[in-house]
């Protein structure tokens, strides 16, 4: 049985990106070296780009068990005072909270479970304890995938692409051939998973706590749990370090004892900062930490391999439909490099704020974060370059690029957020009635690339709603987007990245003419231009 896609790895990069193909109708085998999920938290926050991800894969209905919003992440020196804080609003630019504490596994189990629909529908086929051996690559495009099973049987598998998402280690990165770059920022920290007896409140909720005796990190870790992280000190063994009496010894100091917690799991994980310096070879592709891994200090490492599985999910789906040729596969690595790598920077600037042990040094970085020198936020980083509307060769200003906010709407007798009521996919947002902007073709290529079209109506304009189809902005944000661009038209990405906005007809023209070229898609070409509508 030949699947249109091979996956290897069932973390969250792999079931995310598996589900989404699943769901567009492909046939998709994962590969999963161990029989069971892994029962221990890595990551414990993701924001809010990647919670409306995860509900238009239908988890929302399961947020509520996994995790639960953060309003503030703090980072204080030791002598307690704020050195930094990050405020996040209980429902951000996404339309969801901007920074939600999760439990890692319940977010595994809940996309294992929207996984089973797609697995009954003979979608999706998921191959537990089976690891990943070797590729072999066709004359006629094929990919064969050889595995082997806990007991040593060795299956082969065929496919058309293959997409490692096998982690820190792994084996498809080697088969790709490139080598990774190491950004040069590591160090040792304990991690310590904690169950608490009872509900109990710590002040602050969400920390960094700088100070260069032990630097710390305090977070929620999803409903009743939390997580403590230690950094290894210099003259101080791993061995030292990753013992239970340490870690009881080092929770003491926030009061939390075996009397009132449980040691879920204790362990010394080496942050790293690296990047693969090849994404795709042929038919060979990498996503989430197979490509690139980073210190937690942004909390974004899964994030960024969720937006990976995103990214290529819309690609690989018009590829395979044969309504794009392979070259727009190459706008993944060159998209999600460059924005990974700025996440990395941004990771590796917030772990030199922490991993400092030297007294003299903490002074002289508590005087510069106290005098305003700080680095950005995690949060809502634009595309800067690929598949975006480019003026003159470079890529045009911001909203392009930039990701589409998200808001509640209501069109017809539904009313939720956009992505809930609309749909997901393409999407022409205008101001106007789209009968009287668009020609017959440009109407034709929107139908042909998937994309809805939408005319944004404010809720106390007099007709609002009354033409069907037509969509009410009943939290303000669509229009005052538009606005703020002094734009008529926004084209939006399967990604929620701007593609461009315009501000007439021609630039309309423009921006659908260079989505079609940079699509290399075979559907019918829009005009040129059209001059009667200038
Ligand atoms: C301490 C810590 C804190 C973190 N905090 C955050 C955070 O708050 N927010 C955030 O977004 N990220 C965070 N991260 C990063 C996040 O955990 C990772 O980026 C994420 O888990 C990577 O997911 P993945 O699916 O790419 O890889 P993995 O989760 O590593 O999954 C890879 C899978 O591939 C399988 N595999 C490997 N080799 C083979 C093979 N040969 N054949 C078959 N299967 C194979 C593995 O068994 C595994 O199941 C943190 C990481 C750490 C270590």
Redesign the pocket.
């Known amino acids: 049985m030949s699947a249109d896609v091979l996956v ?9 990106l598996s589900i989404m193909l699943a769901r567009q109708g492909w046939s998709v085998t994962v ?4 029989e069971n ?2 029962p221990m ?7 809010g780009e ?1 919670a409306r991800t995860l509900a238009c894969l239908g988890l929302d209905s399961a947020f509520a068990g996994i995790g639960e919003p953060v309003d503030a992440y703090d980072w204080r020196n030791a002598a307690g005072r704020t050195l930094l804080r990050m405020d996040f609003a209980p429902v951000g630019a996404s339309g969801w909270p901007d920074a939600t ?2 439990h ?1 596994p319940a977010l ?1 189990a809940a996309l294992a479970a929207r996984a089973t629909e797609l697995q009954e529908r003979g979608l999706l086929r998921v191959l537990r304890g ?4 070797a590729v072999t690559e066709s004359a006629d495009g094929g990919v064969t995938l050889a ?1 082997v099973t806990a007991d040593g049987e060795r299956v082969t598998l065929d496919g058309s692409w293959l997409v ?9 990165r080697g088969w790709l051939g490139g080598d990774v770059t190491d950004l040069g920022f590591s160090h040792d ?1 304990l ?1 310590c998973d904690v169950v608490l007896d009872r509900p109990r409140v710590f002040e602050p909720a969400n920390a960094q706590l700088c100070d260069p005796v032990r630097p710390t990190t305090v ?1 929620g ?1 999803g409903p009743g749990r939390r ?1 403590w ?1 230690f950094m290894r000190l210099p003259g101080e063994t791993v061995e030292e370090l990753d013992r239970p009496e340490t870690a009881w010894q080092l929770l003491g100091r926030s009061g939390v004892t075996p009397q009132d917690a449980t040691l879920a799991r204790h362990t010394v ?1 080496t ?1 790293q900062a690296a990047v693969a310096d090849t994404w795709r070879r042929g038919r060979l592709l990498l ?8 210190p ?1 200090f ?9 937006r ?1 599985a995103l990214n290529l999910s819309w690609k690989l789906d018009r590829v395979l439909r044969g309504d794009s040729d392979e070259r727009l596969l190459d706008t993944y690595e060159a998209e999600r490099r460059s924005h990974v790598l700025r996440t990395i920077e941004l990771s590796v600037q917030l772990g030199r704020i922490v991993c400092v042990t030297d007294e003299e040094e903490a002074a002289r970085r508590d005087a510069a974060l106290l005098a305003g020198r700080t680095p950005g936020r995690p949060l809502a980083q634009p595309l800067r370059e690929g598949l975006l509307h480019r003026t003159v060769g470079t890529v045009a200003a911001l909203p392009t690029g930039a990701l589409v906010p998200q808001g509640r709407v209501a069109r017809d007798r539904e009313t939720g957020l956009f992505d809930q009521v609309v749909g997901t996919g393409f999407v022409f947002l205008t101001t106007e009635d789209p009968a009287g902007v668009l020609t017959a073709e440009q109407t034709a290529f929107l139908t042909a690339i998937g994309a809805h079209v939408v005319r944004v109506v404010a809720e106390d304009s007099d007709s609002a709603g009354q033409a069907s189809g037509e969509v009410v902005d009943l939290d303000k944000v669509y229009l005052p987007f538009l606005a703020a661009a002094r734009a008529r038209f926004a084209l939006v990405r399967p990604d929620f990245h701007v593609f461009g906005v315009g501000r007439n007809t021609r630039e309309l023209t423009m921006l659908l003419a260079e989505l079609k070229a940079g699509l290399a898609a075979r559907v019918p070409e829009p005009e040129v231009d059209h001059p009667s509508r200038h």
């Open positions: 290897v790895g069932y973390g969250p990069v792999g079931q995310v590969v999963e070296r161990w999920p892994y938290p890595r990551a414990t926050v993701f924001d990647t504490a999760f890692q595994e089976h690891a990943a051996e595995a490692g998402c096998d982690g820190a280690n792994s084996v498809v920290w991690l977070v870790s997580r992280e994980y942050f996503a989430g930490d197979a490509a690139h891994s980073m937690p942004a909390g974004a490492g899964m994030c960024s391999g969720i990976d």
